[in-house]
């Protein structure tokens, strides 16, 4: 059953802001509202889609993985945002599997359902495309990025692009491990433990309590 502020809730998710109160109401009677720990797997790649989730609180990462277990990370996704939206439209099984990162609480909207929602609401379905325009123009930068970048130039990147401005200083405020790093990148852990090691030692970075904080510019070779 729903809680009491997951309307308001609803209210700040960007792909419902064409939805009136009394219509967000109705959503929150259909929707199934969960608590999941870290480190659980949501849904698996290939699995049957019948349900859109909405994050409330907490974070996922969306990721591919393969048979050895490798995996690398597509995309991180935090309180407001939503995913397995993809399927429920082509009816075809999930495309990436999806785990918590930390304690979350997720919002389960059924195919029916949102199928409903996206029937009587065109502006939804514009948003949404919107957001799925977007997400393309990302893997587009990322599959770039593995074709024409070194994997110093993708951490590189990708340090960059998590860091933000804090009094000054660069940090990414985000806990990464160097598995986490080279799940990201494409890359093996101890290749990113060399290219971290070698920042470190540089001063280009520190890590404080598990938090990177980038004290210059970062070279533009290794």
Request: glycine residues 6%; without cysteine.
């Amino acid at each position: 059953m729903a809680d009491k502020s997951q309307a308001a809730i609803f209210e700040n998710v960007p792909l419902f802001s064409g939805l009136e109160a009394g219509e967000l109401k109705v959503l929150e009677g259909h929707a199934t509202v969960r608590t999941y720990p870290r480190n659980t797997v949501v849904i698996t790649e290939e699995d049957e889609a019948n349900t859109l989730y909405v994050v409330l609180s907490g974070q996922v990462k969306v990721f591919l993985s393969n048979e050895e277990g490798r995996e690398i990370i597509v995309n991180m996704q935090g309180a407001g945002e939503h995913f397995g939206e993809l399927a429920l439209i082509d009816s075809a099984p999930r495309s990436a599997s999806v785990m918590t990162t930390q304690k979350t609480k997720l919002a389960a909207i059924s195919k029916t359902d949102f199928r409903k929602i996206l029937a009587g609401h065109p502006d939804i379905a514009l948003s949404l495309i919107r957001d799925l325009t977007r997400r393309v123009r990302v893997l587009s930068t990322n599959v770039k990025n593995l074709a024409l970048l070194d994997v110093y130039g993708r951490v590189a990147k990708t340090l960059l692009s998590l860091a933000r401005d804090h009094e000054g200083k660069l940090i990414v405020e985000e806990r990464l491990t160097q598995q986490d790093i080279a799940n990201r990148v494409g890359a093996s852990r101890e290749m990113v433990a060399r290219i971290m090691k070698d920042l470190i030692i540089g001063n280009y970075i520190s890590i404080n309590h598990r938090r990177i904080e980038i004290n210059e510019k970062l070279p533009d070779r290794y």
